[in-house]
């Protein structure tokens, strides 16, 4: 023990003061709350880069069908989505290429079916596409819903243009 010149003993301290307590807490609640909303943005940018990215898609395949005078269709499945092209004998071709690759879903996105029933079940659906870009540049209307968990992200196709849809928007 040490003795001071005073003659009192001095204590160590031991323990956290409460002003440290409060400062942890503190940080470890600002941390968790910024976890929470960067794995909420998560989803929806997974929903959203993928419905970009069929955008994209369907604007290349207009662009092909205007340019080789010929019908090009798209075929959702379960795993992700091709495209075909209609050959002279009235046949729908696999067509790859850069451009317009064969692509999957991302981990967990899926396509919901409408009630027109989009995505392709049995053999004789499978070659059949689901919408169809003429050398006219029109193109098959539809509403597609993209899902991730509890995240939705609608697109709407329509003759002339390709638009991602807000929630709120039902038009």
Known sequence: MLKLVTGSYKKSQQGFTLLEVLVVIFIIALTTSLAVVTLGRDD???????A????EDFSFARDLALNQHRLVGWHPTQEGYRFSLRDSWGQWQPYTSRGLPKRSWEAGVQLKESPEKLLNTNDEELNQPSL?????????PALLTLQLNSTERRLRVQVEK??????????
């Open 44 to 50: 929806q940018t997974q929903v959203d880069r993928q």
């Open 52 to 55: 970009r990215q069929l955008l």
């Open 132 to 140: 169809v870009f003429f050398p006219s540049g029109e193109v098959t």
């Open 162 to 171: 390709f638009e991602l849809l807000d929630l709120a928007d039902d038009n």
